[in-house]
């Protein structure tokens, strides 16, 4: 009898020679028929049809009870229905701090069925670890370089999901991927191509724009499906997310620091008004900076002047006063400190006597520092981008923004890192930009892009 099969991220058809009609999704390769496992929903019906025995779903009914008495707020509610509504297939775009994770775990609980949870960052993994046990008091895998177990439940991350799906993507019907705005890369997208699952969930507060979706990058709707249910910060301020205010200080340069910066912005800009960059390669124009100045002198003069003019903004003398004089305004209060260039982390760290977070920081210092934080043992911590995504810090509810790039969903993820709700206090986030330099056209084009979120 001929049948369907699962192997290594394909769907194989078996007892079927070359010469006999298939699906058009499937290409004779290696002798068999084969397409990717991301085709499976899609085969069902014309599976029946053929009589095809099918061995690809190896995925688990769970007797799932959720020991979490929270009840969910009408915008979760709403999500999760739209999803199931949707065949389960699509992305939930929610504010940072509005309960994604919540909505994952009643969607799991109402799947009821084997679940892979990818999250970007193996602090994000160790996370969905603690809520999902929590959620479900039950064994939870966990798949990444220092652990590799395998549970009806598991949690993995981008890099490590493609070799557990090439080898057990069969064992889950319902995989979720959080802050899916990672997906389309590459190598990451080809995690969900390889998946058979039926189920398929997108979290996160800032979805990919277009020029994020295009040149060699995938579609997260032809991965994973639509976004399905969306709400905005100010939709859900207030009852559900802390009330907030924005305000952006401007500072002076120094004469000293206005020459360097005058200086390097002639060489930077100079370089980029001249080979029309922005206009010949649009959003991908850094990169190509990059790749000139690899044999370019004057590319690479350029790429230098514009990294000297960063560090320079990010920790000019009016920026560290301005932090200064906000950090004693907020002696009471936990306050978050970002800023671009891991050197002014540091120095900020050294001058105000607190913790710097960097992507150099390891596991358990990362820890012992939030734990701490948690707690009001340490009342700031200085750090790059390591917090921009998903690490719960409810208690802080002042961020203070020394630098950045134009990214709406940078703004947008930072802002989130304050906006947890906890009791009526209202949240803040400074924004520091120097005065007349590229700082002001960012601060703009993040403000605009903000609204389109």
């Known amino acids: 009898m001929s049948s369907l099969s699962f192997q290594g991220g394909t769907l194989v058809l078996k007892g079927l020679s070359q010469t006999e009609a298939v699906h058009p999704a499937f290409q004779w390769v290696k002798a068999k028929w ?17 009589g095809l025995r099918d061995t690809v779903p190896r995925w688990q009914h769970l007797d799932l009870v959720l020991h979490d008495d929270r009840q969910p707020h009408d915008y979760q509610i709403a999500a999760i229905e739209t999803w199931e509504e949707s065949e389960g297939r699509g992305s939930i775009v929610l504010p940072t701090g509005s309960g994604k994770t919540f909505v994952a775990i009643h969607a799991i609980h109402r799947a009821n069925r084997s679940t892979l949870v990818v999250a970007p960052t193996i602090d994000l993994l160790h996370q969905w670890y603690s809520r999902l046990t929590n959620a479900f008091q039950t064994e939870v895998g966990v798949y990444y370089g220092g652990e590799k177990v395998i549970q009806p439940i598991t949690v993995t991350t981008y890099h490590s999901a493609g070799d557990l799906v090439a080898d057990y993507g069969n064992h889950f019907k319902l995989i979720i991927f959080d802050e899916v705005h990672h997906l389309p890369a590459p190598s990451w997208g080809e995690t969900a191509l390889m998946s058979p699952c039926p189920l398929r969930m997108g979290l996160t507060a800032t979805y990919p724009e277009e020029h994020e979706q295009q040149g060699g990058r995938w579609r997260v709707d032809d991965l994973i499906g639509p976004i399905v ?3 905005k910060i100010d939709d859900l ?18 004469p000293d620091e206005r020459q360097q910066y005058d200086a390097d912005y002639a060489i930077y800009s100079g370089f980029f008004r001249s080979r029309q960059l922005r206009r010949s390669h649009g959003a991908g124009w850094l990169m190509e900076l990059m790749r000139l100045s690899a044999f370019d002198q004057d590319a690479r003069r350029a790429l230098l002047a514009r990294q000297r003019i960063q560090k320079l903004l990010a920790g000019c003398r009016g920026k560290l006063r301005a932090l ?24 900020i760290a050294h001058r105000h006597l607190i913790p710097a977070l960097t992507h150099e920081t390891k596991s358990r210092e990362r820890k012992h520092i939030l734990d701490a934080f948690q707690s009001g043992r340490y009342r700031a911590i200085a750090t790059s981008r390591v917090l921009n995504e998903g690490v719960d810090v409810p208690e802080a509810k002042v961020a203070i ?10 703004y947008i993820q930072r802002l989130g890192r304050v906006l947890r709700k906890v009791g009526n206090r209202q949240a803040v986030l400074y924004e520091v930009i120097a005065r007349n330099t590229v700082d002001e056209g960012k601060a703009s084009r993040r403000r605009r892009r903000k609204g389109e979120v």
């Not at 084969?34 to 053929?50: D, G, M």
């Not at 559900?240 to 200080?249: D, T």
């Not at 923004?401 to 940078?410: I, Y």
């Open 324 to 347: 200064d004089n906000l950090l004693r305004e907020h002696s009471c209060e936990q306050c978050l400190v970002f800023t671009e260039n891991n050197a002014v982390v540091y120095e």
């Open 401 to 410: 923004v020394l630098g950045g790039t134009s990214s709406a969903r940078e």
């Open 237 to 254: 301020v207030g009852e559900r997310l802390a009330e907030y205010r924005c305000e952006r200080m401007r500072v002076d340069l120094t």
């Open 229 to 231: 249910y969306r709400q």
């Open 34 to 50: 084969r397409c990717e496992a991301y085709h499976y929903p899609a085969l069902l019906a014309w599976k029946r049809e053929q």
